[in-house]
């Protein structure tokens, strides 16, 4: 069995407020202007705000933060959920730069190669929004084919009351998924493993996932079973094609959060 770490060497530790929609803002203001302090919620959040009000902020803050040109053309979602212990709602958004990519492949002088492997590179990149302060964190790159965009989806891995974050991303004919707890509001990789490796070749393996509560720990476990997947209509593209996995009945893994260390380990027995 294989399973491929990637280090993401890109991302930023801290995270970052929206520059203000006025010029005597102060650092301690939220997108909208408003002071915010220990004390003091912001009134307005940005999910509520009209779709254009909510492009231009993002826009600005894309812009900003990875240094995207005016021209730029690039594709975001965002996908809603409460990630924190407060009742405010929160958000992960995610930002394709597939023609970013393949100009890049362009001035390299290979774009071939760079089809070849996907146009593999630093062009997912996805944001952390928390709803209480209205801020935006600084971005997260995966590095990752960005013929598919990042995958987002939530479960309750800390806490019953709040999600986690869970991130699939594609490598060529391969995907993998990557798992965030949120630390001083910023998203922190604590679990990486492969979803489906080899697609369409001998070597094929993949793998499903879930989340079990065990009494004595705080924050569940997660098991590895092995899957299997279902058949590849004919023609289709191995790079992009997103395949049906069927749970096996033989576990691979199981992995506990160790809090200390802040990710999780496994056993080196069977």
Not at 104 to 119: L, N, T, V
Not at 160 to 181: A, G, H, Q, T
Request: glycine fraction near 4%; charged fraction near 25%.
């Amino acid at each position: 069995m294989k399973s491929v770490y990637f280090v993401i060497t890109l991302s930023l530790v801290l995270s970052c407020n929206l520059d203000s929609e006025t010029e005597n803002a102060k650092p301690n203001t939220d997108i909208f202007g408003n002071e915010l302090n220990d004390d003091s919620k912001s009134s307005i959040s940005l999910l509520d705000s009209s779709e254009i009000f909510i492009q231009e902020v993002l826009h600005k803050h894309f812009k900003r933060t990875l240094f995207i040109n005016d021209d730029e053309q690039y594709s975001y979602n965002i996908f809603k959920e409460h990630l924190n212990g407060d009742s405010i709602i929160d958000a992960v958004i995610t930002l394709n730069r597939l023609e970013y990519a393949k100009l890049k492949a362009e001035e390299s002088g290979k774009p071939f190669k760079a089809k070849e492997i996907g146009y593999m590179g630093p062009f997912n990149v996805f944001f952390y929004y928390d709803g209480i302060t209205n801020t935006l964190s600084s971005p997260l790159i995966v590095p990752s084919s960005p013929l598919l965009p990042l995958k987002v989806s939530f479960e309750n891995i800390t806490s019953i009351d709040f999600k986690d974050i869970l991130i699939d991303f594609r490598i060529r004919n391969s995907s993998y998924k990557e798992v965030y707890f949120l630390v001083n509001k910023f998203p922190q990789l604590v679990f990486e493993w492969t979803n489906f490796d080899g697609l369409g070749s001998p070597q094929e393996e993949a793998y499903v996932f879930s989340f079990n509560n065990v009494k004595e720990r705080n924050v569940k476990d997660i098991i590895v079973n092995e899957g299997k997947i279902s058949s590849i209509p004919n023609n289709v593209d191995l790079f992009t094609y997103e395949p049906v996995i069927m749970k096996k009945n033989k576990k691979i893994k199981e992995f506990f959060f160790l809090e200390s260390e802040g990710k999780y380990f496994t056993s080196k027995k069977p």
